[in-house]
């Protein structure tokens, strides 16, 4: 059975930073490509980064260009996300995500292309 683990969140103040880590533990499995989803209090799961390691590309919500940044190791199944600037819009909780699927380079921001999940790390941001 496979694992991923998310740490690194917390409560911080508007404008701090934070860094999620992500890493899988259990049976070994290769991924194409990792992702971080967030959820919000009465709202749905919305992607927020992926990094696909055939290409190196990696994407990002619209709304965190710029300030989130993806990066990971992938012979070691495990994924960052470095969160600068943090608003208040950005609290929620963030889960960490594994694609076993070479299709992941087509639709990274689809959270049916992942197989494995974490079980989320809470991000609190307070202005």
């Known amino acids: 059975q496979v694992q991923l683990v998310e740490s690194g969140g917390g409560l911080v103040q508007a404008g701090d930073s934070l860094r999620l880590s992500c890493a899988a533990s259990g049976r070994t499995f290769s991924s194409y490509g990792m992702g971080w989803f967030r959820q919000a209090p009465g709202k749905e799961r919305e992607f927020v980064a992926a990094?696909?390691?055939?290409?190196?590309?990696?994407y990002y919500l619209n709304s965190v260009k710029g300030r989130f940044t993806i990066s990971g190791d992938n012979a070691k199944n495990t994924v960052y996300l470095q969160m600068n600037s943090l608003k208040p819009e950005d609290t929620a909780v963030y889960y960490c995500?594994?694609?076993?699927?070479?299709?992941?380079?087509?639709?990274?921001?689809?959270?049916?292309?992942?197989?494995?999940w974490g079980q989320g790390t809470q991000v609190t941001v307070s202005s």
């Open positions: 990094v696909v390691w055939t290409s190196g590309s990696t």
């Open positions: 995500a594994a694609s076993t699927r070479s299709t992941v380079v087509s639709a990274p921001s689809t959270h049916r292309i992942y197989d494995y």
